[in-house]
């Protein structure tokens, strides 16, 4: 089923065996400009982009997911099932639920707690928490030490909802189940490579932190995060 209702590559080999994944199509380009070579764009369905080119000479892809588990649910399954990609790096945003971590600060996701439905409904998977791929885990670890890039390893949460009426339901979500940031993706990318018998990780940089109310502007947003794009980019084979 090549093209696919979302993707207009034409063929498989269009597409890396690798992509990187961050939520914004813009940030999508921002890293084939910044950091690719030999750039060709497969896909511009929705705005959503996707480009495959070099990093150091190694292969690699990098497509946007869209905000939300339904929109990393439909991309990132069409490109593990159509296109047969093997594993598929999130780069994303996350809210801190602790002042351990700061504005910046990047979090490799052991694992996603959620409330959502999306595993259920998907496969029929009803535990509330999924583990991210250990090889790809493993790798991400030694890059980030090789580049001297601090990153804390922990468990995050993948939430449906970003407004939320009641404002302090996180000091639960940290305190009982131990997510130490929020973002909105990783869940349903891990359940989607688990059902398909993939591999994916998730990279976080902070953008805002609940406990202690920082944030960032979104224009800084668009530069501090290459170092968690540096680290996912070593991935490139
Ligand atoms: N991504 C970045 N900050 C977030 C937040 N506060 N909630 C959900 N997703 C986020």
């Not at 690699?60 to 991309?75: H, L, N, R």
Request: glycine content about 8%.
């Amino acid at each position: 089923m090549i093209p696919t209702p979302h993707i207009e590559a034409k063929s498989k080999e269009e597409i890396a065996k690798t992509v990187l994944m961050p939520g914004d199509p813009l940030r999508a380009k921002f890293i084939a400009d910044t950091f690719l070579e030999d750039v060709v764009q497969f896909n511009g369905v929705r705005n959503v982009l996707g480009y495959t080119g070099t990093y150091k000479g190694r292969r690699i892809s990098v497509m946007a997911s869209g905000m939300g588990m339904p929109s990393i649910g439909i991309y990132s399954y069409e490109l593990y099932k159509f296109y047969e990609v093997e594993n598929i790096i999130r780069i994303g945003s996350c809210g801190g639920y602790t002042a351990d971590v700061n504005l910046y600060d990047v979090i490799l996701a052991k694992d996603a707690w959620s409330e959502s439905s999306y595993a259920k409904v998907q496969g029929g998977y009803t535990k509330d928490a999924i583990e991210g791929s250990k090889e790809l885990n493993d790798k991400l670890k030694t890059y980030a030490d090789e580049l001297g890039i601090p990153m804390h390893v922990e468990r995050i949460h993948s939430s449906d909802v970003f407004y939320r009426e009641t404002s302090d339901e996180y000091k639960e979500i940290y305190s009982k189940h131990g997510c130490v940031a929020v973002e909105m993706e990783a869940f349903a990318l891990f359940h989607n490579a688990k059902v398909l018998g993939k591999n994916a990780a998730c990279l976080l940089t902070v953008s805002d932190n609940l406990a202690t109310h920082e944030a960032t502007t979104s224009e800084e947003r668009q530069n501090a995060f290459t170092n968690m794009m540096k680290i996912a980019l070593e991935l490139a084979e």
